[in-house]
């Protein structure tokens, strides 16, 4: 597998994590910052899940660009 499809495959695998971090909730999520409707809205986790996600894929493109 080349460089470049290996972080293709680092990013996917990333945000796919994200992706049940931001949709669950628990009580360690802690406050809600924004409320979307009576059940759900922005948790304080999820502003430090969205800064993590973009750091990786932002490393990521990085080393895209690099690679040439």
């Given at each position: 597998?080349?460089?470049?499809?290996?972080?293709?495959?680092?990013?996917?695998l990333?945000?796919?994590?994200?992706i049940?971090?931001?949709?669950?909730?628990?009580?360690?999520?802690?406050?809600?910052?924004?409320?979307?409707?009576?059940?759900?809205?922005?948790?304080?986790?999820?502003?430090?899940?969205?800064?993590?996600?973009?750091?990786?894929?932002?490393w990521?493109?990085?080393?895209?660009?690099?690679?040439?």
């Amino acid at each position: 597998m080349s460089y470049r499809m290996q972080l293709v495959a680092l990013a996917v695998l990333v945000s796919g994590i994200c992706i049940p971090a931001l949709a669950g909730s628990s009580r360690l999520s802690g406050p809600i910052i924004v409320s979307l409707s009576a059940d759900h809205g922005v948790h304080l986790d999820d502003l430090l899940v969205v800064a993590a996600w973009a750091a990786c894929v932002g490393w990521c493109l990085r080393q895209w660009r690099r690679s040439r």
